[in-house]
């Protein structure tokens, strides 16, 4: 069994930043490709960043330049970090361990 916990959501002004974890634990072998999803009100799920089990990212074109995802060392937990926000950034957010596992997921709101 996996256990994915996301954390570190909130409110937060346009402009400003928040930091999201995501830690990965359990039956789990090695590194492994790690993805943060997000679903805003109304829409489809959007792939947003990922970091392989090599540490190369890739970045949705909505948030590149503005959001940076990183890993925890040899672990598998890693972290979104988001600068620059807008209030079209407001979305559910869900960490895909895998692409398997999910997290419950953590809203982050940006007010204009």
């Known amino acids: 069994q996996v256990q994915v916990v996301e954390s570190g959501g909130g409110l937060v002004q346009a402009g400003g930043s928040l930091r999201l974890s995501c830690a990965a634990s359990?039956?789990?072998?090695?590194?492994?490709?790690m993805v943060w999803y997000r679903q805003a009100p109304g829409e489809k799920t959007e792939l947003v960043a990922m970091i392989l089990s090599d540490g190369k990212t890739t970045y949705s074109e909505a948030v590149k330049g503005r959001f940076t995802i990183s890993r925890d060392g040899a672990k598998n937990t890693v972290y979104l970090q988001m600068n620059s926000l807008k209030p079209e950034d407001t979305a559910v957010y869900y960490c895909n361990c895998d692409g398997t596992f999910w997290g419950q997921g953590t809203q982050v709101t940006v007010s204009s």
């Open positions: 359990g039956r789990i072998s090695g590194l492994v490709t």
